[in-house]
Structures are given as structure tokens and as C-alpha cells.
């Protein structure tokens, strides 16, 4: 296996091989992913593009439109196209290359799919430390396309500098743009196949469901498009650029760092969790089985590991 | 470590006939893989490409027009010009029998010719990842 050290050296050079390789270790929490990813950190530059909405609105259509617009102006594009993995068998068939197969031999397009590997959200839980590879290694946009399951993808806002949600008519009525969450998490909400019957519907139904967005919050802007004749795609350049360049570098950083910490946190959570398990019951597995047994509730475990690593904190003299 | 068996099938040329590679996809992914399809009509240069970026473990090619001794070794050999000859290829198709020894001189691990079960791809690609080890 090829060194840390040799991995962020060719990432460096701009190796196509290394670029690929650090993504499946940080990918697979491989045991230097974090090592790779302390380097890389600092070194991310430009921004991030986040594109969620239901399976079938056209997201992967959307972004081979992207891709297109930033090579026009000579920019290095990254993809990080997600797609769920089963929960049954982990397994994942991963298509979003096929809408994007105009890219397909760019040397300075770097597509890359990702299972959710049973990550709720619609996101892969390494899309981020993805993100961070790909943006370090020079690609600006990098653009991530979120598992389209619709109502569950407000991750994808605390991870990109500016998210798309992207609808289309004739998935459901007015209360489907009522539910909480999912509108307010577009920084622009794009209403692609405006060619198709329903779409003046459409935007009556999410303009009006913006109208009741708390006051505090900034309302996104509603633009029409559609992805395969090209209409509407130039106002959507226009606006993506505005909230571009309105969002400073040192905010943008900020940001990225206080997200990520809070990703971290959680995924530290559980591993310090699966060891207090190991500790207290011999594991999950035989913790989960004196829940099924009626002996103990998850409650009681949960508290009983919260106790334990308290005593542990105690234990070390510190406060 | 949550490691995954990454499968990449392409479809190079201008052969349109996909329901193989399409079966071969999802019985990877009912098998627990994570299965990247490139959609039809790719060029080697593109399948090679994706690969790399992907970061497959192996590339399953397919192809019934019978331009599969041309665009088989092109493959191969685009992946090993790319320092990734460590990636294994297999193929599909309307092979015929005296192609299969020229194919497996090319780089190809195996070639497996209609009416293989699914099983026997999913056996071959887990005995290689056993070998590799």
C-alpha cells in the first residue's frame, strides 16, 4: 500500500491515481484517512455546489449541464454523484455517469460515485471527507449530487457553500412543498421540465409555501429550467454566481471547519460508543441481544455507557 | 474499514445491446457490490478513464457487435499505459470460442459467454478478490 506521505505528494502533482485512491480510503475510514484528510484540509480552495430533490427530478442532467458551464471557463470540475446503497445487501448500482457521459474522457473532470453505504440523509457519511479531497486537489466547483429521496437531504446544506433543490411537476400536491425541512434547505430551488404540464402549478405551490418562511431567514430564488433544452439555464448561472460572490473565503472556511468538527463529533460518538459496548456487554451484538431477551431497554444501555465513561473522565483526574 | 467490492461495467463501441451488462450490474449489486455502469456506447479511452477515477477493483466489458478483439485489448492496454494494470478485466458477450485465448493474452481474467449464470460472474470476481489478499 502506498504511504501517506506518497499519497498527498502525488495529490499534489495532480495524480489522477492518487486522487482516486485517497477518495476509497477516506471513503473506507481506512486507518490513515485521517491523516490525509489533517493535510488536505488546508489546502481546500474554491467552493462546493450541493444538488438534491427527488429521484427522476433530473439532478445528474443538471450537473453535466454544470460541468460544461465551468469548462468553458477552464475550471477543474469535481463530481461526487451518490447513490443509495441497499440495506439489505449493501450492494449499489451507481448510474449517475450515464448523464454524464459528455465528460466522460476530460482529463480535467474528476466524476466520482458513491454508495450511501447506509447513511440516512442522502448523503454518503464520506461525502465530506470526498469533498475535501477533491476541492484540495484543485477541482472548483466541486459538486455534490445527494441520494434523491427527497425529504431527508438537509445534510447536504450544511455541506456545500450553496445547495440546488431541484423539483419537477407532478410529484404530489401542495402539502408535499408544506413538509418542514426540505424546502428551506435551497439556497436557490431550480423547477426543472419547465416544459411539462403542471409547472405554473408548481411554482404557484412553492412560491406560496415560501411565503411562510420565518421571517429571519434568507427566501431562495425560484428560477425555471429546463436541463435537456437548455432553457432558463443562463438565469440560473447568473444567480449561482451571485451567491458566489457573496459569500466571502474566510466565511466559507469557517463554516466548512465548524460543520466538519460537528461531523466529526458524531462520527467519534459511535466509535467511542462501540468501545464503552465492548467494555460494558462484550459488544453490540451481545448488547442487542439481551434487548431482544427483555432484559435491558436500549434506554438503560445508553445510560448505563454515559455512566461508564463519566467514571472513566473521573478516573483520569481531569474536570 | 468498510471496504467494497467496486465493479465497473462498461459498454464500448457502438454496440447497443445493454440487457447483459445490465444483468450483470444488478446481480453484482444484489451480491453486495457497488457497481458503477458507464451507460452504452463508450470509448476505451472513457471506460479506462472512469475506472481510474472510480477506483474499481475490476472492469467488466461488454460487447455483442463483435468488435470485442479490438476494443477488448485497447482496454488493457489504455489501463496499463495508465499505471493501473492492477485494476482485473473481464468480459462479456457474443464471444466466440477461438477469440477467448487472444482476449486472455490481452489481460482479460475471463470471458464469460451467454447463458452464464450471474453466479458464476459473482464466484469468479470473489475467488479473485480472495487471491489478491
Known amino acids: 500500500m502506498t504511504s501517506t506521505a506518497d499519497i498527498i505528494r502525488d495529490i499534489g502533482e495532480g495524480s489522477i491515481r492518487a486522487i482516486a485512491r485517497a477518495l476509497s480510503r477516506v471513503e473506507n475510514g481506512s486507518p490513515d484517512s485521517a491523516d490525509i484528510l489533517d493535510v488536505l484540509f488546508g489546502k481546500q480552495q474554491g467552493f462546493t455546489l450541493g444538488i438534491t430533490g427527488p429521484p427522476g427530478a433530473g439532478k445528474s442532467t443538471l450537473v453535466n449541464r454544470m460541468i460544461t458551464r465551468y469548462r468553458t471557463t477552464d475550471n477543474s470540475v469535481g463530481v461526487i454523484a451518490v447513490d443509495p446503497s441497499s440495506p439489505f445487501t449493501g450492494g449499489a448500482l451507481l448510474g449517475d455517469r450515464i448523464r454524464m457521459q459528455s465528460h466522460a474522457s476530460d482529463p480535467k473532470v474528476f466524476i466520482r460515485s458513491m454508495g450511501s453505504r447506509g447513511h440516512l440523509g442522502g448523503l454518503s457519511g464520506a461525502t465530506r471527507d470526498a469533498s475535501c479531497v477533491l476541492s484540495a486537489a484543485g477541482y472548483s466547483p466541486v459538486i455534490i449530487e445527494t441520494v434523491g429521496v427527497g425529504q431527508a437531504e438537509v445534510e447536504i446544506a450544511d455541506l456545500a457553500h450553496i445547495t440546488l433543490l431541484v423539483l419537477v411537476p407532478g410529484l404530489g400536491d401542495d402539502v408535499q412543498s408544506m413538509k418542514a425541512g426540505i424546502m428551506e434547505i435551497g439556497d436557490i430551488i431550480v423547477l426543472n421540465k419547465a416544459d411539462r404540464n403542471g409547472i405554473d402549478q408548481l411554482e404557484s405551490y412553492v412560491k406560496a409555501s415560501l411565503e411562510f418562511m420565518p421571517a429571519d431567514l434568507k427566501k431562495p430564488e425560484v428560477i425555471r429550467i429546463s436541463a435537456v433544452s437548455g432553457e432558463g439555464l443562463e438565469d440560473l448561472w447568473g444567480a449561482i454566481d451571485r451567491l458566489v460572490a457573496a459569500q466571502t473565503g474566510e466565511e466559507k472556511t469557517a463554516r466548512s471547519a465548524v460543520k466538519t468538527l460537528n461531523g466529526i463529533l458524531t462520527e467519534n460518538g459511535i466509535i467511542i460508543s462501540e468501545k464503552l459496548l465492548e467494555i460494558e456487554y462484550n459488544g453490540r451484538k451481545a448488547a442487542e441481544e439481551l434487548i431482544l431477551a427483555g432484559q435491558l431497554s436500549p434506554y438503560a444501555i445508553g445510560k448505563k455507557l454515559l455512566e461508564r465513561a463519566e467514571g472513566m473522565f473521573k478516573h483520569n483526574g481531569s474536570k | ?133
Open chain 2, 1 to 133: 474499514m468498510n471496504r467494497k467490492i467496486r465493479v465497473l461495467i462498461g459498454k464500448p463501441g457502438l454496440d447497443g445491446h445493454d440487457r447483459g451488462a445490465k444483468y450483470i450490474a444488478r446481480a453484482l449489486r444484489d451480491a453486495g457490490m457497488e457497481v458503477v455502469y458507464t451507460g452504452i456506447r463508450q470509448t476505451p479511452e472513457a471506460i479506462a478513464d472512469a475506472a481510474i477515477q472510480e477506483d474499481v477493483d475490476f472492469v467488466g466489458i461488454s460487447l455483442l457487435s463483435g468488435a470485442h478483439n479490438h476494443l477488448f485489448p485497447e482496454v488493457a492496454r489504455l489501463l496499463k499505459e495508465k499505471d493501473a494494470s492492477d485494476i482485473i478485466l473481464f468480459g462479456g458477450g457474443v464471444i466466440p470460442e477461438e477469440d477467448i485465448p487472444g482476449l486472455k493474452d490481452a489481460g482479460y481474467a475471463a470471458i464469460f459467454t451467454p447463458g452464464t449464470p450471474a453466479a458464476e460472474v459473482v464466484g469468479f470476481i470473489n475467488l479473485q478478490m480472495e487471491k489478491r489478499q
